[in-house]
């Protein structure tokens, strides 16, 4: 047993991206985590929300600062500038204090090991190592040089070749599994070295991973030998957790967003073509500077859709009395959208900025953000043949259904409602 964990204040937290609630009662009630029942009827297990836009990069901006996105200031893994230069936000483009500053700054020692948005790795008084997005295993994405020579000598990778899925199913299966033993023996490592942590939260990556390229296997019922193992496997490393830990252990399990059966992929960039608000060419070789003057709507995922306005986009030409017409135009014609075979509903959802944003950064927020009904993945691929597509992944994030783990001494984090509140209160409880 590490001694500390026990101690009222000192707590540990896994991250498991992407792992729904409802799949959670699952895989306990069929015997699939015997650990992870053992850790719901000690505590408390609850459903809670993930963040809009439900994309991993945002809820977990959302919880290491306990804020929406207008205050933090990123809103997807992909952002767009004026001038149609895409670009991929990073750690130093969170323009408020995230939990690990506060922890620093009140003289805590904590670690946190591969959570997405921490590249590069800030300089703290534990150590921090860079999760999903980080390009490679370097000085950049882990702040200790003694813990990237552990990591490197353990054979650690950040994620799986996000190629691999799509290409070679069965080389996917054996990078996850061995990117998710790795991370496991890792974090066993670094816990068992009887550091006097304050916290210490450990990100998992191929939960999610798993999810969207192998959830058809668990929804129909067929081929779970891999999806079961893997979970088989997730909760023996559980189980290790504890058994290092005692069982008196602070633990927190949380998850960003929940998972459902992915039917179809929405491409709304050909939906603002084919209703006459977006115009490109070249789009495959240029991106989005193909975008032509004149346009006056684009997407980018998931669900974002701004609307090109004059002063606001270098091509912008929608003015400010044009605007908010515009809008509701598009709102309301986005709510009868379906799917021309089964008549399905796609948009769940159509909201306005105000009704979700609130802070110094609101003007960069999408104008509309479109919640999609379970099954529709929206999608922004510049020429899309099709407004209905398939596509190599099987799962996709809802913003419903994430969960919520905590031990008995941790009521006060067992009231958060959503994700960036289990940053928040997580952060309280340790300060």
């Not at 799949?23 to 009630?29: F, I, Q, R």
């Not at 299966?173 to 974090?187: H, N």
């Not at 084919?274 to 070789?285: D, F, I, V």
């Not at 999408?366 to 510049?382: Q, R």
């Amino acid at each position: 047993m590490i001694f500390g964990f026990g101690k009222p204040k000192r707590l540990i937290g896994i991250g498991l991206d992407g792992f729904p609630y409802s799949l959670a009662e699952k895989l306990m009630y069929e015997g699939i985590m015997p650990n992870l029942h053992k850790l719901a009827e000690r505590g408390e297990m609850k459903r809670i929300t993930s963040v809009y836009p439900t994309v991993s990069g945002v809820a977990w901006s959302a919880f290491q600062t306990g804020r929406n996105p207008a205050e933090f200031g990123v809103f997807g893994f992909v952002d767009l500038r004026p001038d149609f230069e895409l670009y991929i936000p990073n750690h130093d483009d969170l323009t408020c204090e995230t939990i690990w500053q506060h922890l620093d700054n009140a003289g805590k020692h904590f670690a946190s090991l591969g959570v997405p948005m921490t590249y590069p790795a800030p300089k703290v008084s534990g150590f921090m190592v860079s999760g999903f997005l980080a390009p490679q295993l370097d000085e950049r994405a882990v702040s200790s040089q003694g813990v990237l020579d552990q990591l490197q000598g353990m054979k650690y990778e950040i994620d799986i070749d996000p190629s691999t899925p799509a290409q070679d199913p069965e080389r996917f299966k054996e990078d996850l599994k061995r990117v998710s033993e790795a991370r496991q023996r890792a974090a066993l490592s670094l816990l068992g070295q009887e550091q006097e942590w304050d916290f210490f939260f450990l990100h998992v990556m191929d939960t999610d991973r798993l999810h969207h390229f192998a959830w058809h296997e668990a929804a129909a019922g067929r081929d779970l030998a891999f999806f079961w193992d893997f979970y088989k496997k997730l909760d023996d490393f559980l189980g290790k957790v504890v058994s290092t830990l005692g069982d008196e252990a602070n633990l927190m399990l949380c998850s960003d967003h929940g998972f459902c059966t992915l039917k179809w992929e929405v491409q709304l960039n050909r939906w603002l073509k084919n209703q006459g608000y977006l115009e490109y060419e070249n789009a495959p070789q240029m991106g989005y500077k193909a975008i032509k003057e004149g346009s006056r709507a684009v997407s980018l995922v998931p669900g974002r859709i701004y609307i090109l306005r004059e002063g606001q986009w270098d091509k912008g030409v929608v003015t400010d009395k044009e605007y908010e017409p515009l809008r509701k135009e598009l709102m309301d014609k986005l709510r009868t959208v379906t799917h021309p075979e089964t008549g399905d509903v796609v948009c769940k959802q159509v909201m306005k900025k105000e009704e979700l944003f609130e802070g110094p950064h609101a003007d960069a927020a999408p104008d509309i953000l479109v919640d999609p009904c379970d099954g529709y993945d929206l999608k922004a691929k510049l020429g899309a043949g099709h407004l209905f597509e398939k596509g190599p992944r099987t799962g996709m994030h809802t913003y419903e259904n994430a969960m919520l783990l905590v031990g008995r001494n941790l009521s006060g984090i067992a009231a958060a409602g959503n994700i960036a509140e289990v940053g928040r209160l997580a952060a309280k409880h340790v300060l």
